[in-house]
């Protein structure tokens, strides 16, 4: 045999000593099949966590601030939030601030809700008539909280539809009441379906007019007033955000008096999507990288078992090389069988991954978000595991010396 080994012969010799062994092929590609399914799941769910993170806080508008209590640090230690903002910082913002469209405080508990013998825990919120245009909400059935309802401080409820069905099933509810710290509310209306938000049901919540929730609720701090849980702010446009977000601010240091730190923070939706952007990116990555560790113990594994088919296929490459095979032929052919391993099984890896994010997406709210180029990527990422880690056992094969592999025949 001289020159070159033809490169489809040595494919063919490759294939042929992987079909020969099939447990042992089989056995060393699950650790690559299990290291792709695994990035391609997590990379996956992470992905899916973010872009449904994203699209709930797009449903809120580009144009929507929210200023909530308490400074940064104070919410990084989890430390309890002062009751910094008050009803009159909400007035005070709608009447001074010119590049705002609309305000809506909002004082927000954690109560039991209850009709007849059945019972509920939900949010409860005070909110204003503005709430409605200003988070985006719908009405689908009966009517929303007017002003004659905040300015008469009546008793009556807005439910979601969430709570809606769980307390009053069967029927319309509108006419019919709640309790609520056994306080009566006359269901007036019911929302139409807006779904999760930052991992909390919006559609299991009950909204009630802020001063009655002020008046028989919440009650009345004696040394703060009316402290409100956040206030949504509404810029006239989204142009006139960072405008407002700089006169909301001054305004509030101002009122509160304030000579060094912010007891309160001004948020944007763009402000939003970049932590949310930043942790589950951050988490995407954490989970991509466990599944690389997840490859790269596969690729030992093609190392290793390679090696001891190395030490058992003496015989066969001492032949190959007394008839003429040259070094680099062993070489290749032993690096075309890594090759195969490894690829194969990241095809199989990356099905076994795609299935898993669908079935995810089809079972949990989380959005489907796997990428052609992301399992591309995988695929070539693994294909370069099984060469790196093929390397080894390859030039050992190649280096064998034909004469003392014949003597083992």
């Given at each position: 045999?001289?020159?070159?080994?033809?490169?489809?012969?040595?494919?063919?010799?490759?294939?042929?000593?992987?079909?020969?062994?099939?447990?042992?092929?089989?056995?060393?590609?699950?650790?690559?099949?299990?290291?792709?399914?695994?990035?391609?799941?997590?990379?996956?769910?992470?992905?899916?966590?973010?872009?449904?993170?994203?699209?709930?806080?797009?449903?809120?508008?580009?144009?929507?601030?929210f200023v909530v209590p308490g400074n940064n640090d104070t919410r990084r230690r989890g430390i309890d939030t002062p009751k910094t903002l008050v009803l009159e910082d909400a007035q005070a913002i709608a009447e001074q601030v010119p590049s705002v469209q609309r305000v809506a405080p909002q004082i927000t508990l954690s109560e039991t809700v209850r009709a007849r013998d059945l019972s509920a825990n939900a949010t409860v919120s005070g909110i204003t008539p503005s709430f409605l245009t200003v988070r985006r909400f719908e009405m689908a059935q009966g009517r929303f909280i007017s002003e004659q309802d905040l300015d008469g401080a009546r008793s009556v409820a807005v439910l979601g539809p969430d709570i809606a069905q769980r307390l009053l099933p069967g029927g319309s509810p509108l006419g019919k009441e709640v309790r609520i710290r056994d306080q009566s509310f006359q269901v007036i209306?019911?929302?139409?379906?807006?779904?999760?938000?930052?991992?909390?049901?919006?559609?299991?919540?009950?909204?009630?007019?802020?001063?009655?929730?002020?008046?028989?609720?919440?009650?009345?701090?004696p040394t703060y007033g009316t402290s409100l849980s956040f206030i949504s702010v509404e810029a006239k446009d989204e142009a006139s955000i960072s405008a407002a977000k700089f006169q909301m601010s001054n305004l509030l240091r101002l009122r509160h008096k304030i000579l060094r730190e912010d007891d309160f923070a001004v948020r944007s939706q763009k402000d939003a999507l970049s932590i949310v952007g930043s942790i589950t990116g951050g988490l995407t990555l954490m989970l991509g990288a466990i599944g690389a560790i997840s490859l790269l113990v596969g690729g030992i594994g093609i190392m290793n078992i390679m090696l001891v088919s190395v030490s058992e296929r003496t015989q066969e490459i001492g032949l190959r090389k007394a008839v003429g095979a040259r070094s680099n032929d062993v070489l290749l052919q032993f690096l075309v069988e890594a090759l195969v391993v490894s690829s194969l099984g990241g095809l199989i890896g990356s099905g076994l991954g795609v299935g898993a994010v669908m079935a995810v997406a089809a079972f949990t709210p989380l959005p489907a978000a796997i990428g052609l180029g992301s399992v591309l990527s995988t695929v070539l990422f693994s294909g370069s595991i099984g060469l790196f880690f093929g390397v080894v056992p390859a030039r050992r094969a190649s280096q064998l010396d034909p004469i003392v592999a014949l003597r083992r025949l």
């Open positions: 045999m001289n020159g070159r080994l033809p490169l489809g012969e040595t494919v063919a010799m490759a294939l042929g000593a992987l079909s020969s062994n099939r447990l042992r092929s089989a056995l060393t590609m699950l650790g690559i099949v299990i290291g792709n399914a695994s990035v391609i799941t997590l990379v996956g769910v992470g992905k899916g966590a973010q872009n449904l993170a994203e699209g709930q806080l797009s449903t809120l508008g580009a144009n929507v601030l209306g019911i929302m139409a379906a807006k779904g999760a938000f930052l991992g909390q049901n919006q559609d299991d919540a009950v909204y009630v007019p802020l001063s009655t929730m002020v008046s028989r609720l919440s009650g009345r701090d």
